[in-house]
């Protein structure tokens, strides 16, 4: 049962007192119920979690402020063991502020490792939803398996947000986001649903479509039943920019990055220390649960070098020698440390890479010759090349998650993709889009020439929805779940392909 229509139990037996006074803007007037964006949890550890809110009266307010008064507001919180809250185990307040969008980020801390934890907010006599959280196994346990949930891409315009609540339906223990939770577009010549403001530029601009998507019911039940893990892609900011180079040259790109950013920490389940510095972000990191899985989550846009060759995201061909330059990265040196040192030193079962881009060599030509995309990771192959010698020089069962291309992959990671009989490395699994490319087709008429292509690819399906993955010590069981529609509500979702992967077997199987 999706814990985000539950609402608080207010007189509970047992609970502490929480602000019993109505909230009040600057005038002295009573506000509006403020929690119209939901709530949220993410990050989790062994010991504790990260409890969100963003307040808003109003959230289509065209400042992007929520309509909300320029003060701080007082908010209460609590952590309980039940959804009744019968057993509050952490209580506490913090203070939203206007310069924050008025959000809150609650770090808890001393909880057991592995539980399951219900959380509420309040502001004056204004209670908000219940969100469900969890914390990491104990370090060094394998024995609790790893459900996880993840997807990308989630387009206002051109669809329903039904495979967020399908998601939330299949219960997961955490949700990875893999890049654009939203896009910074102005207003579509033929929308399923209408965006409101135009494309993001400023602060305010971010912020309100950060509250558009916030205030969506099927997306608030996502948030609100399990723990997320974001990263942010290119559109979360602007559509194909990569490091300092941006798509557009007008307006200066590094102050609208730098608002990005601040609307985005705003708007997500994220620390206090991922907080952005002007328009800098650390927000690649690992995520550990127990010894079944360490998650590294990568930022694979603000430390990579230019597009290859055009300078500009495309298509190139063999011809394309800056495509092998070890010179240029996908990650940046500092990063590329990091998880090299994270692949070495990891005891897990299993380690999974969060990511945003097409991490397999992949031939898009249809034909003759070969097509690959600057974009993904064949535009930077010497990145490539030293994450999958780490690999497998350090013995790790790996396994690639992917957003980004609209549609369901599946396929081996190859030492040498020029040798198609080289040992596999890996294996990618690349989520299709909550709703961008709108309903989409189960087939493509050219599918099957580029499954020929690339012999290494084993599945498509061109559907939207999500990916479900129980990880255990020896196995990951993999659900492509999809849905036939978003341009209408409520589709149903199916699993249009189930995998195993073996540990000590980077191999996709039937299940």
């Given at each position: 049962m999706s814990t985000s229509r539950r609402t608080f139990l207010i007189a509970a037996a047992g609970v502490p007192a929480l602000i019993n006074a109505p909230a009040l803007a600057a005038d002295g007037s009573r506000l509006d119920y403020p929690f119209t964006l939901g709530v949220a949890s993410g990050d989790p550890t062994s010991t504790g979690v990260v409890l969100w809110t963003r307040l808003a009266v109003d959230p289509l307010a065209p400042?992007?402020?929520?309509?909300?008064p320029d003060r701080l507001v007082p908010v209460e919180w609590q952590l309980a063991a039940d959804d009744g809250f019968q057993l509050v185990l952490r209580a506490g307040a913090e203070v939203a502020r206007p310069e924050d969008?008025?959000?809150?980020?609650?770090?808890?801390?001393?909880?057991?490792?592995?539980?399951?934890?219900?959380?509420?907010?309040?502001?004056?006599?204004?209670?908000?939803?219940?969100?469900?959280?969890?914390?990491?196994?104990?370090?060094?346990?394998?024995?609790?398996?790893?459900?996880?949930?993840?997807?990308?891409?989630?387009?206002?315009?051109?669809?329903?947000?039904?495979?967020?609540?399908?998601?939330?339906?299949?219960?997961?223990?955490?949700?990875?986001?893999?890049?654009?939770?939203?896009?910074?577009?102005?207003?579509?010549?033929?929308?399923?649903?209408?965006?409101?403001?135009?494309e993001c530029f400023t602060l305010g601009d971010y912020r309100l479509r950060f509250a558009q998507h916030h205030s969506d019911p099927d997306l608030q039940a996502a948030h609100a039943v399990a723990p997320w893990v974001p990263v942010y892609d290119d559109h979360d900011i602007e559509n194909a920019w990569a490091g300092d180079v941006p798509e557009q040259p007008d307006p200066p790109f590094l102050p609208r990055r730098a608002a990005a950013f601040q609307a985005y920490y705003e708007n997500m389940p994220l620390r206090p220390t991922q907080r952005p510095s002007g328009p800098d972000i650390a927000l690649y990191r690992t995520l550990r649960w127990g010894s079944v899985a360490n998650?590294?989550?990568?930022?694979?846009?603000?430390?990579?070098?230019?597009?290859?060759?055009?300078?500009?995201?495309?298509?190139?061909?063999?011809?394309?020698?800056?495509?092998?330059?070890?010179?240029?990265?996908?990650?940046?040196?500092?990063?590329?440390?990091?998880?090299?040192?994270?692949?070495?030193?990891?005891?897990?079962?299993?380690?999974?890479?969060?990511?945003?881009?097409?991490?397999?060599?992949?031939?898009?030509?249809?034909?003759a010759g070969v097509q690959y995309s600057n974009e993904a990771w064949d535009g930077y192959v010497a990145t490539r090349n030293k994450v999958t010698d780490a690999i497998a020089e350090y013995g790790r069962n790996a396994v690639v998650?992917?957003?980004?291309?609209?549609?369901?992959?599946?396929?081996?990671?190859?030492?040498?993709?020029?040798?198609?009989?080289?040992?596999?490395?890996a294996v990618e699994l690349v989520t299709t889009s909550v709703t961008s490319a709108r309903d989409g087709l189960d087939w493509y008429p050219n599918t099957q020439v580029l499954l020929d292509e690339n012999p290494h690819v084993k599945f498509f399906n061109g559907r939207r929805g999500y990916v479900n993955a129980r990880v255990s010590a020896e196995r990951v069981d993999v659900d492509f779940r999809s849905l036939k529609y978003v341009s209408t509500p409520g589709a149903p979702v199916y699993t249009s392909g189930s995998f195993v992967i073996e540990a000590g077997r980077p191999e996709l199987l039937p299940k």
């Open positions: 400042d992007g402020g929520g309509g909300m969008g008025h959000a809150v980020h609650v770090e808890v801390d001393g909880l057991a490792p592995g539980g399951e934890y219900f959380y509420r907010f309040r502001v004056g006599q204004d209670v908000s939803p219940v969100g469900r959280t969890v914390t990491a196994p104990r370090p060094g346990t394998l024995t609790r398996d790893l459900r996880l949930a993840f997807t990308s891409c989630s387009d206002w315009q051109t669809g329903w947000f039904t495979p967020y609540r399908r998601m939330a339906e299949d219960q997961p223990d955490l949700i990875a986001f893999l890049g654009d939770y939203f896009y910074e577009y102005g207003r579509y010549g033929s929308a399923v649903r209408p965006i409101a403001g135009g998650l590294h989550m990568l930022d694979t846009r603000l430390h990579r070098d230019r597009y290859a060759c055009t300078g500009r995201s495309g298509m190139i061909g063999a011809d394309c020698a800056e495509r092998l330059d070890p010179a240029r990265t996908l990650l940046g040196a500092e990063q590329e440390a990091w998880l090299t040192d994270g692949l070495r030193t990891s005891s897990a079962a299993w380690d999974l890479l969060g990511q945003q881009v097409f991490f397999m060599q992949m031939d898009w030509s249809n034909g998650l992917t957003g980004d291309v609209h549609s369901h992959w599946a396929g081996e990671v190859k030492r040498d993709f020029a040798d198609p009989e080289s040992e596999s490395v």
